[in-house]
């Protein structure tokens, strides 16, 4: 623990002694990315980074992850110098679904010929002094602290260069920059090799998990049952005394506009639907702006970046108009939960949706309710739903263990990070 001495600040009120604290202005500025949309990326381009890939899970945010990198052609680059990135400088993304991205960037530790993209802001870096250690700085919960407590949001948190222009940044000596950097490079990496090789153990109880789904829900639990041509794309053979019928014959459709205040806020994730997400941004509209969910309803969000995010509600609530809710009438709720997470329909709801722009479509109920499936009699589908219940809760207690070790992990390393880079732990 190194000696501290106490400054007149409100978010670092006490500093190691020898290092500064100064606003993060004095040593740069501001601009915003370019502005397009998905429809103008090409396969060969302008190399470009959007809030997309600040946000997405590879982005290391103390280099470039070449996966990363999008393109755009010439006439998007055209009079747009001031998104040009140059060496040491930082892209922050200027949107976040939830609080724990408010800062977000990625640090530009080599030189590089690209750009910054739609919904970011780029901080040209010119007086700082270890880039690296002011990446690590970035990723801080002290140093975040600053930007979460001013955002504000409606459905989306909104970073605005001015309030990175309001942040203050710590800066030790240069030698002690560069050392911290090097540490934390060197831990991080140990880190992130055990979370890799965690997450590919997860990954590989998942597909499990998924095959029994599958197999079960298209099939049946008997493997010696004969076949018959369904008619479907996407589930081609089914059991002979299974029936094929369109989604409508099977729910009915849920169009109810309700308040939040009286049907509580639902999120629907990949793994189904549940209270509200503490992390997700807050609606402050007033009045009937939310679609009901009743117990036992099936839920699905129709548009494809959102690909899986569907579920049977254990709960009455609300969610987003942008959902589709459906009240099972001549179906088994505990079936359609699994049915509908087999990833042949998945493929098959969205590829019947209509683009919004290329890379993004939905589908909705008027396109939905007429799209067929195939189902067992009542009662098989209730035998089906209790024998996944079976195997998938042995395996959903596995990879459970194994996402705690990892999440244990990544505590880990934010707390490394956040000790180190604000002096609490001395590295030299």
């Not at 100064?22 to 040593?27: A, Q, S, V």
């Not at 001031?82 to 976040?96: L, M, P, R, Y």
């Not at 002011?134 to 602290?145: C, E």
Request: hydrophobic share 35%.
């Amino acid at each position: 623990m190194k000696e501290y001495v106490s400054i007149d600040n409100e978010w670092f009120p006490n500093i190691p002694k020898g290092w500064q604290l100064e606003p993060l202005k004095k040593f740069g500025c501001t601009n915003t990315g370019i502005t397009f949309t998905k429809a103008d990326l090409v396969e060969v381009g302008n190399a470009v980074l959007s809030y997309g890939q600040v946000h997405a899970k590879n982005n290391p945010q103390t280099f470039v992850n070449p996966d990363l990198v999008k393109f755009i052609p010439d006439f998007l680059v055209k009079d747009k110098d001031s998104a040009k990135v140059n060496h040491h400088d930082f892209i922050f993304a200027d949107t976040s679904e939830d609080l724990a991205g408010c800062g977000n960037c990625i640090y530009i530790s080599e030189p590089a010929d690209l750009y910054a993209g739609y919904h970011t802001i780029l901080f040209r870096n010119s007086g700082l002094g270890c880039g690296k250690y002011f990446a690590y700085l970035f990723i801080s919960d002290d140093w975040r602290t600053q930007i979460r407590k001013r955002v504000k949001s409606v459905k989306l948190y909104s970073v605005t260069q001015s309030i990175i222009n309001q942040t203050f940044v710590l800066i030790p000596p240069l030698a002690e920059q560069e050392a911290i950097a090097a540490y934390l490079d060197r831990e991080c990496e140990k880190i992130g090799r055990q979370v890799e090789l965690l997450e590919r153990k997860a990954d590989a109880y998942s597909r499990l998990r998924r095959s029994f789904i599958n197999r079960a829900v298209t099939r049946g639990l008997n493997p010696n049952a004969p076949l018959n041509p369904s008619g479907l794309r996407w589930n081609t053979h089914i059991p002979i005394h299974w029936n094929v019928g369109r989604i409508r014959n099977y729910f009915n459709f849920r169009n109810e506009k309700v308040s939040e205040i009286d049907f509580a806020p639902l999120s629907v994730t990949k793994n189904g639907v549940v209270p509200q997400m503490e992390n997700v941004a807050k609606s402050m509209a007033e009045g009937d702006t939310r679609k009901k969910v009743c117990k036992d309803d099936f839920v699905v969000n129709s548009r494809s970046d959102r690909k899986g995010s569907c579920g049977t509600s254990p709960m009455d609530g609300s969610v987003s108009l942008i959902y589709i809710v459906l009240e099972p009438t001549n179906i088994d709720p505990k079936f359609a939960d699994y049915y509908f997470r087999c990833n042949d329909w998945v493929e098959e709801f969205y590829r019947n949706g209509k683009g919004i722009v290329a890379d993004l479509w939905t589908t909705n109920y008027s396109i939905m309710r007429n799209i067929e499936i195939a189902l067992p009699p009542y009662s098989e589908q209730r035998e089906i739903a209790a024998y996944l219940d079976e195997k998938c809760g042995k395996i959903d207690a596995i990879i459970e263990k194994i996402c705690t070790q990892i999440e244990r992990l990544k505590e880990l390393k934010r707390s490394l990070i956040n000790e180190v880079v604000t002096g609490k732990r001395a590295i030299i």
